[in-house]
């Protein structure tokens, strides 16, 4: 199906530490977002790129940053990670579909976990 | 797998008209459905949600019910406004299937003043 990657698929960190969620799509796609996702509820936007040197901030953007140095490429961090960032990062990118509409396409997530 | 249908559109509509764009699910369990929308040049936001069957979700005047019985969750408004030009999109979520987001493919909405 859709052809962009999440990696790692699982992680388990401590308190303090640096971490970078990868993010990669082979669509040629320009817009890409991250999302925040607790168990059974709705995502919460963290950051999403227009294109290459684009980055906005989502809703719940303040403790991370993203880059977009090549299309295909997006990735994730966070400076020092804390228990509050357990939970599911989800990437995804869009195309429009020939009736104007977006059609989003998501990674299989990263479920992170801060002891 | 669970997945989620809705109307495709675009959908354009004069200033205060009625709106109802359709989402049809299929699932194995029972999921949590939301609606998103995603204005021009923003990111999705949450729109509403509902967790159970029977459920209403509402915000904006946008309303939207859990039917269990004809597996849908369709979106409605009564009366739509040009701000509210936009993209929506039908999605549901489940425990059983590791809380994975499906969404529909969206539908266009464009309010004419």
């Known amino acids: 199906e859709a052809d962009i990657y999440q990696t790692p698929r699982y992680l388990v960190i401590g308190t303090g530490k640096k971490i970078t969620l990868e993010c990669s799509q082979t669509m040629g796609h320009d817009k890409m977002y991250w999302y925040q996702q607790d168990p059974g509820m709705e995502l919460h936007l963290i950051h999403y790129?227009?294109?290459?040197?684009?980055?906005e901030k989502g809703d719940l953007s303040s403790e991370s940053t993203v880059s977009r140095i090549r299309t295909e490429h997006f990735p994730l961090t966070l400076e020092s990670a804390r228990p509050s960032h357990t939970s599911q990062y989800l990437c995804?990118?869009?195309?429009?579909?020939?009736?104007?509409?977006?059609?989003?396409?998501f990674g299989s997530g990263t479920q992170l976990s801060v002891l | 797998g669970d997945s989620v249908t809705q109307m495709e559109g675009p959908v354009t509509l004069s200033e205060e008209a009625f709106l109802t764009i359709n989402c049809t699910y299929t699932a194995t369990g029972y999921p949590s459905l939301f609606w998103y929308v995603q204005y021009p040049g923003e990111g999705l936001q949450l729109l509403l949600k509902?967790?159970?069957?029977?459920d209403k979700g509402s915000n904006k005047g946008f309303e939207a019910t859990y039917r269990k019985e004809t597996t849908s969750f369709h979106l409605e408004k009564g009366s739509v406004q040009v701000s509210d030009s936009a993209v929506y999109f039908c999605a549901l979520s489940a425990s059983y299937n590791n809380n994975d987001m499906r969404f529909g493919a969206g539908t266009r909405l464009t309010v004419k003043p």
């Open positions: 995804a990118s869009s195309e429009y579909t020939d009736r104007g509409n977006e059609k989003l396409f």
């Open positions: 790129s227009y294109g290459v040197n684009s980055t």
């Open positions: 509902a967790t159970k069957a029977d």
